[in-house]
């Protein structure tokens, strides 16, 4: 059978949302288009990284090529939840981020998890064989947005720190009361999701087109003997 990739050229609506309760969220992101909505399911660190590349990238693309971009803020102005019912397409395995030059979008691709490897040349291709897929294009406001209530959406579940207010991580806590230092803090391996080779590629090119990375889905956000850990884990027109 023949992939489904849902795309949204321009969609009235691209979040991430949670369902259920600190320390119990499923994490989704949900496309919305007039009455289409579709939505997909993935760990709260995987939206966690794509904000921070997001945001990567449009600082990249603003250095290297003067393309006006909306600076960085903490303000959400969507703050409603998902549409109701979320009825997940599936669950997010390997995550692409492009910038279309054309159109000056930000491309976002989700591609279901799959079992084994698969070649990671589909991702950001119509190509017929791979993982079903929803692909989305944002313009530089809306993916500052994504990016901004993604932060937020995750911030909500976690206890502020009785010093400076923040949310508190599982793993470590930059706290300005204490001129930032962070003990015992470690990058996760995830972390790789954008290869440096994308900048690199994009330095190459004087008239850039979609550029692509992935991540496999092999991280959870939680740890069974880690106590303050909190959470869990329609077809459109072919582009």
């Not at 795309?7 to 949900?30: K, N």
Request: aromatic share 6%; with cysteine.
């Amino acid at each position: 059978m023949s992939r489904a990739i849902h795309v949204f050229r321009s969609p009235d609506r691209f979040v991430a949302g949670t369902i259920g309760q600190p320390g119990d969220r499923t994490f989704y992101l949900q496309a919305v288009h007039e009455t289409r909505i579709v939505s997909v399911m993935l760990e709260k660190q995987q939206v966690q990284i794509l904000a921070d590349r997001i945001g990567a990238l449009l600082d990249e693309i603003h250095r290297r090529f003067g393309t006006p971009i909306p600076p960085e803020t903490d303000q959400v102005d969507d703050l409603s939840p998902l549409v109701m019912p979320v009825d997940a397409e599936f669950r997010v395995g390997t995550m692409g981020l492009g910038w279309d030059a054309e159109s000056e979008a930000v491309v976002v691709e989700l591609l279901a998890i799959t079992e084994g490897e698969f070649d990671e040349s589909v991702v950001l291709d119509d190509t017929e064989e791979g993982p079903d897929a929803v692909r989305v294009f944002l313009s530089t406001e809306a993916a500052r947005e994504f990016a901004a209530r993604s932060s937020a959406v995750i911030s909500a579940g976690r206890q502020p720190c009785p010093m400076c207010g923040e949310p508190l991580d599982p793993d470590g806590h930059l706290c300005v009361r204490t001129n930032g230092y962070r003990r015992g803090a470690e990058l996760s391996k995830s972390l790789d999701f954008i290869d440096p080779e994308v900048f690199n590629s994009l330095a190459a090119q004087g008239d850039p087109g979609l550029l692509e990375t992935s991540e496999e889905d092999d991280q959870t956000d939680d740890s069974p003997d880690d106590p303050s850990a909190e959470d869990g884990p329609g077809s459109g027109p072919r582009a």
